[in-house]
């Protein structure tokens, strides 16, 4: 099949179209932070009126335009918004130049891992990369006819939509998990008991990590952001154990089934009670500790904020009935993401192989 070889730069166009965005009336705002990696929706904005915007804010967009993330390019953020806005000159508003190209076809290409690889090796820069248009101006692929990137097209927003389809599933089976706990969790009557967080468990902090806890192999290492490495020995002698986080990812409730070598001063350890500890960590889920943290510039979550939550405590019955059906909803999760996991690696296998080159 014939195939065209072209330039970016001779087929897309960046787009400077300088706005006020107060004075245009624009009420949407779409910032770095807005933009996922490897997610081609905007799913996120801001609000044009919620404050100072700052002077790099004045780039136009339309929607269908591809708005490309030129900082920091490794985060391979490319996007397609469908509604109209204003973004940073740090954000490339892009557009076909010719109508041999199809806009929708113009997301994908730049969606590859080629075209990415290639934005990295240009990038300029230690502390915060960046490339100027013209740096991948002279970037080269393979531009067949408009029927083909129309089957192009179909098939990549076919793959788009059931991968939607599945995040949506994923959450709605992630509140209705929620819900259905939350209600079995809340109650009173024979065997019922109204406590104190304080009353069921004791917070011990966490410790700093060393060199020395990274050696690779053993017993899981948690830091800060979650888990990190393997060290040989645990310094947890018991398991399960369930980690709260206290600074910076503040309120997080996490598990462990093995002893933990290192769990960092950026978490407190739930040391064990007689109550049911797998039951006690869902009891903690349902809490929303993180609205519990001192909103400064880094969040920290104290003992005393999670001692005083008031809980009720069903009959160890119950706890038992409330454990089977957390399981339940954790299957089904399961299975979700097996499927989205499936339907992305299809997705890039598509984007990367012959439907895209």
């Given at each position: 099949m014939n195939r065209e070889v072209v330039r970016f730069g001779d087929v897309v166009r960046k787009v400077m179209n300088k706005v006020d965005p107060v004075a245009s009336g624009i009420e949407r705002y779409v910032a770095g932070e807005h933009m996922d990696s490897d997610d081609w929706r905007v799913r996120r904005s801001g609000s044009v009126?919620?404050?100072?915007?700052g002077p790099a804010f004045h780039v136009h967009f339309q929607p269908g335009q591809v708005l490309y993330g030129s900082r920091r390019t490794y985060l391979r953020k490319v996007a397609v918004?469908?509604?109209?806005g204003v973004c940073a000159n740090t954000?490339?508003?892009l557009e076909p130049a010719t109508e041999r190209l199809d806009p929708r076809y113009l997301l994908y290409v730049m969606s590859t891992e080629r075209f990415h690889r290639n934005s990295i090796s240009l990038s300029k820069g230690s502390t915060n990369p960046y490339i100027n248009f013209s740096d991948i101006a002279p970037y080269e692929f393979e531009l067949p006819s408009l029927d083909e990137q129309?089957?192009?097209v179909e098939l990549l927003s076919a793959s788009d939509t059931h991968i939607d389809s599945l995040l949506l599933l994923l959450d709605k089976s992630h509140t209705a998990a929620r819900s259905v706990l939350r209600e079995m969790t809340t109650?009173?009557?024979?065997?019922?008991?109204s406590m104190s967080i304080g009353d069921l468990l004791s917070l011990e902090y966490g410790r700093a990590l060393k060199e020395e806890h990274r050696d690779g192999e053993g017993f899981p290492v948690f830091g800060s952001s979650g888990?990190?490495?393997?060290?040989?020995?645990?310094?947890?002698?018991?398991a399960p154990v369930i980690i709260v986080g206290r600074?910076?990812?503040?309120?997080s409730v996490l598990w462990s089934d093995v002893p933990c070598s290192v769990i960092d001063t950026a978490y407190f350890v739930a040391q064990r009670?007689?109550?049911?500890?797998?039951?006690?960590?869902l009891l903690l889920q349902l809490q929303d500790l993180a609205s519990r943290s001192t909103q400064t510039a880094v969040p920290g979550l104290s003992r005393e904020a999670v001692y005083e939550l008031s809980v009720d405590v069903p009959p160890r019955a119950l706890m038992t009935d409330v454990v089977m059906s957390a399981d339940s909803f954790d299957l089904a999760e399961r299975r979700i993401r097996d499927s989205l996991d499936a339907a992305r690696l299809l997705r890039t296998s598509m984007l990367n192989g012959e439907v895209v080159r």
């Open positions: 009126g919620d404050g100072y915007l918004a469908d509604f109209e954000t490339f508003v129309h089957r192009a109650g009173g009557g024979a065997g019922w008991s888990e990190v490495g393997l060290h040989s020995s645990p310094s947890v002698d018991f600074k910076g990812n503040a309120g009670t007689d109550i049911d500890t797998r039951f006690l960590f």
